[in-house]
């Protein structure tokens, strides 16, 4: 079963606009993962957050984490024409080593 | 895409003819996955290794079974493929030093299944 519920499942917006996307999960993590696949391609990793954190910064990149609320987004600031890609959340389960659950993804679209 | 290749990147097949798939690595990593990809639903586990011969279950292995000979190469079999096993198909790698590490892709195998 999935472990990530991704909101929305479509977003599109114009560039220099910011874009967040959020994912939920069910299980205690050890951390979360954010990847973006552009058309046709594999994953590619863009940052991660443990568990005990609750943000981190990548470039324009900006991740939160409510452990909480099992809850964590991605902004894109400044957003441009190659952020447009399908980006997923992956947790990191404490009793799944070494496995990824992924999200179902949002499609960003960004608009020139 | 990280020294990770994936063999056929296309194939189109009839129900019931076995098929396998292959992942090749240049890095040396312990850790290898397999994953497919469906409108709807992400990326879905089929099975994965962490290390030579030693392979375990993910959440959709059902009709797929995979070998790992050598740390290079993790293969993907389906023995007798259907028309639900249609999907993209990726290769995933991992260094598994810990429960931090990130996963590496391959560009993908689309398999279409008639």
């Known amino acids: 079963s999935q472990q990530g519920e991704e909101d929305p499942q479509a977003l599109s917006i114009q560039e220099g606009e910011n874009a967040t996307m959020n994912c939920s999960y069910k299980?205690?993590?050890?951390?979360l993962q954010w990847y973006r696949q552009n058309s046709g391609r594999g994953l590619v990793h863009l940052i991660l957050?443990?568990?005990?954190?609750r943000e981190k910064h990548s470039g324009r990149l900006r991740v939160t984490l409510d452990t909480s609320k099992k809850s964590s987004s991605l902004l894109i600031t400044a957003s441009r024409a190659a952020d447009t890609a399908s980006y997923f959340c992956?947790?990191?389960?404490?009793?799944?080593?070494?496995?990824?659950?992924f999200g179902q993804g949002t499609r960003l679209t960004i608009n020139p | 895409d990280a020294g990770i290749t994936q063999s056929p990147r296309h194939k189109v097949t009839e129900t019931g003819t076995p098929v396998t798939l292959r992942c090749h690595q240049t890095?040396?990593?312990?850790?290898m996955y397999w994953y497919r990809q469906d409108p709807g639903h992400g990326l879905r586990l089929i099975h994965y290794?962490?290390?030579?011969?030693?392979?375990d279950k993910g959440e959709v292995s059902d009709g797929y079974s995979v070998s790992r000979s050598k740390t290079e190469d993790f293969l993907l079999t389906l023995e007798s493929a259907t028309s639900s096993q249609t999907s993209v198909y990726f290769c995933?790698?991992?260094?598994?030093?810990?429960?931090?590490?990130?996963?590496?892709f391959g560009p993908g195998t689309r398999l279409t299944v008639l």
């Open positions: 299980t205690s993590i050890n951390n």
């Open positions: 890095e040396n990593h312990r850790y």
């Open positions: 957050i443990r568990s005990n954190e």
């Open positions: 995933a790698i991992s260094e598994g030093r810990g429960r931090t590490d990130t996963q590496y």
């Open positions: 992956a947790t990191v389960d404490v009793q799944g080593a070494q496995k990824l659950v």
């Open positions: 290794s962490y290390g030579v011969k030693d392979t």
